[in-house]
């Protein structure tokens, strides 16, 4: 799953108060493998921990650092997967600078990538989680750039799941060119199945079938998506973001 979960808040409507139960609700139905998750804040994450009776556990640092700001956390059912290594970088001319942002972006944008065991089959790989900035085109397309000359770091030889909110269209964006052109695969694109197409932020309106999928999974060559999914759970009308979570079934080489 990639859902950016948006950060917690009291302003009503849709405090994060009046959205955890449905976010409970959601991720315990659907009890995803792995999670990559955006936006979220230290005791949000904390929270979405505790309701799911702590079978899962998450990797990640505050885009300033420790527990300040949001996170790419990524969470992952304990009874299946666990962490080898994991690292967090910054999308910015300086990646290793906690906090840095040198590209005109209007926050500090991150990646967290996790490397999994799996723990049924003793099998690895990689998941990749990040956020892009929402209003500078230069910053994303960087960005993306980064994102592919550090993928390149990684091991070869394991498969990858890319997670994020990339903040633009699939298919209408030099950000979806260049990570595709570097060989990833849009899981919705390659799925053997796939559920109806919604617009994947809604920001808590009418939901918009054929809209912008903004938030994508996307994975490295040899890997197979039996489905995929713009999850649109809702309990008694409360949504758990102002983002669809997008699920995909992954089979792993």
Same mark, same amino acid.
């Given at each position: 799953?990639?859902?950016?979960?948006?950060?917690?808040?009291?302003?009503?409507?849709?405090?994060?108060?009046?959205?955890?139960?449905?976010?409970?609700?959601?991720?315990?139905?659907?009890?995803?493998?792995?999670?990559?998750? @955006?936006?979220?804040?230290? @005791? @949000?994450?904390?929270?979405?921990?505790?309701?799911?009776?702590?079978?899962?556990?998450?990797?990640?640092?505050?885009?300033?650092?420790?527990?300040?700001?949001?996170?790419?956390?990524?969470?992952?059912?304990?009874?299946?997967?666990?962490?080898?290594?994991?690292?967090?970088?910054?999308?910015?001319?300086?990646?290793?600078?906690?906090?840095?942002?040198?590209?005109?972006?209007?926050?500090?944008?991150?990646?967290?990538?996790?490397?999994?065991?799996?723990?049924?089959?003793?099998?690895?790989?990689?998941?990749?989680?990040?956020?892009?900035?929402?209003?500078?085109?230069?910053?994303?397309?960087?960005?993306?750039?980064?994102?592919?000359?550090?993928?390149?770091?990684?091991?070869?030889?394991?498969?990858?799941?890319?997670?994020?909110?990339?903040?633009?269209?699939?298919?209408?964006?030099?950000?979806?060119?260049?990570?595709?052109?570097?060989?990833?695969?849009?899981?919705?694109?390659?799925?053997?199945?796939?559920?109806?197409?919604?617009?994947?932020?809604?920001?808590?309106?009418?939901?918009?079938?054929?809209?912008?999928?903004?938030?994508?999974?996307?994975?490295?060559?040899?890997?197979?998506?039996?489905?995929?999914?713009?999850?649109?759970?809702?309990?008694?009308? @409360?949504?758990?973001?102002?983002?669809?979570?997008?699920?995909?079934?992954?089979?792993?080489?």
């Amino acid at each position: 799953m990639s859902f950016n979960l948006r950060h917690a808040g009291d302003k009503r409507p849709n405090s994060w108060a009046e959205r955890r139960p449905a976010m409970a609700e959601l991720l315990r139905a659907t009890r995803p493998a792995v999670i990559g998750t @955006q936006e979220g804040l230290f @005791q @949000q994450l904390s929270d979405i921990e505790a309701d799911l009776d702590r079978r899962y556990a998450w990797i990640g640092t505050g885009r300033s650092g420790g527990s300040r700001g949001e996170f790419m956390a990524v969470f992952y059912d304990t009874g299946r997967l666990a962490p080898v290594e994991y690292e967090h970088y910054w999308l910015s001319d300086t990646p290793d600078v906690i906090g840095s942002n040198t590209w005109g972006g209007s926050s500090i944008r991150m990646v967290t990538w996790v490397r999994l065991r799996d723990l049924w089959t003793g099998g690895e790989f990689y998941v990749v989680n990040t956020h892009l900035d929402v209003s500078s085109r230069l910053a994303r397309t960087r960005s993306a750039e980064l994102i592919v000359r550090r993928l390149g770091d990684l091991d070869r030889s394991l498969p990858v799941v890319l997670t994020g909110d990339f903040n633009v269209p699939a298919h209408a964006d030099p950000v979806y060119d260049t990570l595709l052109g570097a060989g990833l695969a849009d899981s919705w694109d390659s799925a053997e199945r796939r559920g109806t197409v919604y617009a994947t932020f809604h920001g808590y309106g009418p939901l918009v079938p054929d809209g912008d999928r903004i938030d994508w999974i996307l994975t490295s060559p040899g890997v197979r998506t039996l489905s995929a999914e713009i999850d649109t759970f809702s309990l008694g009308g @409360q949504f758990p973001s102002d983002h669809l979570p997008v699920r995909a079934r992954l089979a792993l080489p």
